[in-house]
């Protein structure tokens, strides 16, 4: 073919909804020359977007999933291809009314007006539902269905119409292929029947074929095809009779993981419930082989029978309805079942946009196009989404079938924030697993490491310290009064951590300063010992992670970085290396142990053990030094994140089992107990006011909101220094404070705690939204018990009007408000210890 | 109004068929599987004639222990009674075979039963096209049979029955029992409801086990044509497409 192309700036392949989005945007980004490929037909090539019910529930408790699909409802709606209807969720149990009121909690903190029915008022809004089956409805009158396929049919448009795009239909792509780069391999070509095109980069959004694509530039995509089935039953006069698409609500027959969803004449029946129906690329047909499209596969009928069932519970006309249509549709899953999104891992200038639902296909497009453009996304911090979050344990297919496998009846499940995974579990472990094991330990999962987060074996102290259950079992799942008695233990006497799934990157050589100076904020040329604890920046001044550097030499740094933050910031620091090799980077994560010993008798305890002084004078806080415990060779770093005396001892991970067994020994005069993650990562944290990336630090945010910008700014350059330095002139709209919960009684008199996963509102005291001057609303971004402070404590931004000290406000919690107190901002956040006398003891 | 329908069980193939390597088979892999469309509108008539006139349809299947999947298919759709003959053999049996198990079957049935009025088959199935089990059953009963049926009227005298040919119908009649071999279009076949789904997992199946001899017909080997590869070729969009279309239909000589 003549006129096909040889060379182009970007080549993004799939033309679903998010291929047809990504190169809509990046032209409107002023992209030129971009191809657009897919191997099936247009408008409708084939994949997940051509078979998908096209509807959206815009409420959700993930922030970033939510501002996605905002976004891309407010695109769809642009383009006319959106018809608001209306949404009622419908619960049939008790713990899914419950479950409602944490909708309404996350639907008041993103702005999305919803309520709660009773099912005369579900009956009134949609005739034909049952109302004796159900306990109630949750509405959002804002739920829509959109024409994904024209939508994309337009977004095209506009870059042909642009000049900016050429699409090639019918075309298969056969290769992609890479150059040797300086760091690692990077886009050189994409090769299709038709040609083959030399490019700078690539973008994979195939849906369920992405994992193929990707391995043809020796890349990884984790997810799974996986099957969703759904039927078209009809017709039925009172849905004809509207002589309407959409007449009546969307109902999501939560407990039953089903949604009826009217198509004219006839109603879609969904459903989540069927047993996990997983298959691998190669399992799907080619266009040509398949009887409808490759992803609408032959209906298991089997599968669906029990569903039938119930829809017919809810919905009585639909057993008379013929079934004219049935599916076992493809879509895509993940380990996690967040999409997969951003820069690969292995190759340079390869992108995925991967696991999208119809319902954030145009936020994400707008999102990957920033990303591409700007080097970092404006709309949302994609830390949910990003590619780079997966280790490589995670990126095979044994490990994202199991979790698949898992999490698909969750679709519609009821998932408590703190909710581990069942599957996959003791793939990584630390050197210490046999002796945490016979302490008890309860494992969360961080990072796919097994981490101890309390130790049933200090059930003793809840009586010693008096510590009270939870009444409400919501509260009290995956929680224990022993974290709070392992704090106070710890306060008390002396406890050790486990922080082997601590994230370790060693960079070194002759450019390493100019390299570490350029990646974080904060001046790194101390003298060798010091530590650096830094934001780390995107160009546009929001946070891409916060981290803790040690000057191990004059040209050999350590950087330390939390289980969950471990892939993309080992991304993030390779990608940044320089291209003259003066910098090398290792990633010593496997090879280091590292024991947290913290507490009044942290220091006669590891003193006892050691030849070496490690009083304040001789070994201040904030430095590290080479010391023999017990003859073994570690690396200690006076530092706290719990607000005590201590040191996080590095060792050789070959060391680690000897080190612990040496400190508990010697432990046993000092009263050390094993202390978990609960204590470590919630409340010794938050009494100290200390931020976590992920809840208090993201993209959003500057430093300066954060109460994290030094008085002085280093000469040196950094990534967003410009942004910084014009955030640190502005009057900030926001700032970072804590609050104390003043009255924890709920509406049937008994306490509840707040979780703090993001989505918990901080309203003003007459019980209104809190939004600040650049749109960003107050929520809770950490919560957690601070027993020596005999508080609750909560972390949220405010606007700057309401950062005073003494502000009364209120908490949204399950749908009630609780009265909070702001306790503290600015930059000194601690409630407990605030001149860190105790740190430094 | 007693009547048998015999279905097959086949493959529900997109445009491209792959043959498997051993070259006797299809490579069922990516596919669903179906009921011959013939048949299906053989059940669809026969459902309607017993709606009109009463009676009972006998679904009649030989084939793999999956093919109780096109029983209850049938069973969703007005089938009444059901009768799987086991084939697990893993390969098709020959039309001589599938005819002589039908004819056993048949003769168990009727014995117990009754006499079937009327025995519809499709016109041929689907995948194996071979157009002759249902004649070779009618003159194994010495009933009357008649292929190509696109219409069946029913009279105290018997059946009037229509034969589509080139220029129009081909008109037949006959008393009963007769064997038809019904062709799609006859009529447009129900889907199933919902609650025929759900009930159709409650119908017994009858397994009758063949004691048919094998037939004489050996399959030597599927060929597979070299895949055409067509071109599509974009006009143009909306308004702006009907000049090419214009020009290409003029070039056709359709103008």
Known sequence: MSDFPTKASCVVIGAGIVGNCVVGHLSDMGWKEIVLLDKGPLPNPGGSTGHASNFIFPADHSKEIVDLTLESQKQYEELGLQTTCGGIEVARTEERMEEFKRRMTSATCWG?????????????????VSEDVILGGFYTPSVSAVDSLETGTQMRKRAQDAGNL??????????????????????????TDKGRIECDSVVIACGVWSPRLAEMAGATIPLTPAVHQMADVGPFDVLVETQQELAYPIVRDMDTFCYERQSAGSMEVGSYAHRPILHRVDDIPSNEEAALSPTEMPFTADDFDQQMEEAIELMEFLGDGEIKYAI?????????????????VEVENLWSAAAVWVKEGPGVGLLVAEWMTHGYPHLTDPHGADITRFYPQQRNVTH?????????NKTYGIVHPREQWASRRDITTGPVKARTDALAAFYFEAGGWERPHWYESNLDLVATYEISERQHEWDARWWTPISDAEHLHLRDNVGIV????????????????????????????????????????????????DLTILRLDDDRFRVITGAFDGGRDEYWFRHNLPEDASVQFENRTNAVCTLGVWGPNAIPLLSELTESDLTQDAFPYGTCQKILIAGIPTEMFRVSYVGDAGFEIYTPMQHGLALWDAISDAGENFNLRPVGAAVYGTSGRIEKGYRLMGAELENEYTPVEAGLARPKVKAANFIGKDAYLAAREEDPCAQLCVLTVEDHTCADGYPRFPMGAGNEPVLSASGDRIVDAKGRVSRVTTAGNAPSVGKYLLMAYLPIDLCEVGTELKVMYQN??????????????????PDNARMKA | MRILVCVKRVPAPGSRINVRSDELNVDTAHLGFTTSPHEECALEEAAQIIEEHGGTVTVLTAGPTEAEEQLRYAASVGGTEFVLIPNDSGHDWDPEHTADAIIQAISGLEAAGGEFDLIMFGNESADAGGYQVGVRVAVALDRPVVNGIKGIDIAEAGFTVRREVDAGYEVYQFPGPAVLGIREGINLPRYPTMKGRLASKKAEITIIASEANPGRQTKVRLHQPEERITETKILGDSADAAGPIVDLLDELGVL
Do not use: W
């Open chain 1, 166 to 191: 050429q699409v090639f239909a019918n075309t298969e792509v056969t290769d992609i292929e890479t150059a040797p780069g300086p760091k690692k391999p990077t886009i050189r070509a994409v090769v």
């Open chain 1, 112 to 128: 999305i007006p919803s309520e709660l029915l009773t099912p005369a008022e579900v009956k009134e809004r949609v005739p034909f």
């Open chain 1, 400 to 408: 994202i079938e199991a979790r698949a496998e898992e999490h698909f």
């Open chain 1, 498 to 545: 486990d922080l082997s799934a601590f994230q370790i990157f060693e960079v070194s050589g002759s450019g390493v300063l100019d390299y570490i100076e350029h990646m974080v904020v904060n001046k790194c040329d101390v003298k060798v010992g010091g530590s650096i604890y830094t934001p780390v920046l995107n160009s546009s001044g929001g946070f891409r992670s």
């Open chain 1, 328 to 344: 076992n549709g493809l879509l895509s899953l993940t380990p996690d079942a967040n999409p997969v999104i951003g820069p690969t």
């Open chain 1, 816 to 833: 009630e408000t609780y009265p909070v107190t702001v306790a503290a901002t600015g930059t000194n956040l601690a409630l407990f210890d």
